[in-house]
């Protein structure tokens, strides 16, 4: 396998999210984030990286492939991925495939969202998974084919994420090529009107050791101020009058097909900076 962009097994993105609530009442929140970057098949060249980075063992910071894709202890993370990819008829014909999400830190780890990058053996982007985690332990996947470059894709909403917002209308995704920079934006959309907006952007890190450090030093909560995080502001819109929805069954397929839609720039340029 050969790529016109190599990458080391494991690196770090470190930027920031922000999250706009337009209905029924404006409101905006930022918090900084750290996530990691792996290539699935190098698991092992990832764990070596560093003493402060375990794959499938304890350690301060850990990767374990049962948070991830089937969910099980010691299952292969690549077969899953080419499966969910070739529902949207993309075929990597044995790229890389890199794997961004949270952390797990001291033995906690909630993702809302992974992002799985797939490629050709040339280096370029063929296909995304959006792996999307509630807080009430559910998991669903929105799959989109994509190019290197600038993507923009949508899909019908199709799993509950927040109890103040219907499982109804639409998702716009817009998503960077990730080289040196990592951008990606969610709207929720219903007849056109956005309710929500979250968005990453970040910068690339190397994985060393001493960036862990600095990681658990002065971002000690980690990937658990993700999960307080959610819940103070939902307790926040709560008191503000957003209505509560009672969480409904999820759907009976795991996978959604996200379509590629033109990309536009008055409002994406602004928000995926």
């Known amino acids: 396998m050969t790529n016109a962009h190599p990458q080391p097994a494991l690196s770090l993105w470190k930027g920031q999210t922000v999250h706009v609530r337009y209905q029924p009442f404006e409101r905006r929140f930022a918090y900084d984030l750290v996530l990691i970057d792996l290539d699935i098949d190098r698991l092992d060249e990832a764990a070596a990286s560093s003493a402060l980075f375990s794959v499938n063992a304890p350690g301060l910071f850990a990767f374990r492939t049962e948070d ?21 008829g993309i075929t990597l014909d044995g790229g890389a495939i890199r794997l961004v ?3 797990r830190h001291l033995f906690y780890k909630f993702a809302p969202l992974s992002l799985w990058y797939g490629y050709g053996p ?4 063929r296909g995304i998974i959006y792996e999307v985690n509630n807080t009430f332990g559910e998991t669903h996947c ?11 894709h949508s899909a019908p909403k199709s799993f509950h994420v927040s109890p103040f917002f219907d499982v109804t209308g639409t998702y716009r995704f817009t998503l960077r090529s990730p080289e040196h920079k990592l951008g990606v934006v969610v709207e929720s959309l219903r007849h056109e ?13 190397p994985a060393t050791s001493a960036n862990l450090l600095k990681l658990a030093v002065t971002n000690p909560l980690s990937t658990l101020g ?21 969480k409904p069954a999820p759907p009976e397929t795991g996978t959604t097909i996200a379509l590629s839609q033109q990309i536009r720039n008055a409002d994406t340029r602004k928000d995926a900076a």
Do not use: C
């Open 68 to 88: 991830h894709g089937p969910k099980q202890k010691d299952a292969p993370l690549r077969p899953w991925a080419e499966s969910e990819l070739a529902k949207a």
């Open 101 to 103: 999400t949270f952390p």
């Open 122 to 125: 040339d280096g370029d982007l």
């Open 142 to 152: 929105y799959v989109a084919a994509v190019n290197s470059g600038r993507n923009a």
């Open 193 to 205: 009107k956005r309710l929500h907006m979250a968005n990453i952007t970040a910068r690339r890190m």
């Open 226 to 246: 993700v999960t307080l995080g959610i819940h103070w502001q939902a307790l926040k819109v709560w008191i503000r009058g957003a209505a509560y929805r009672p």
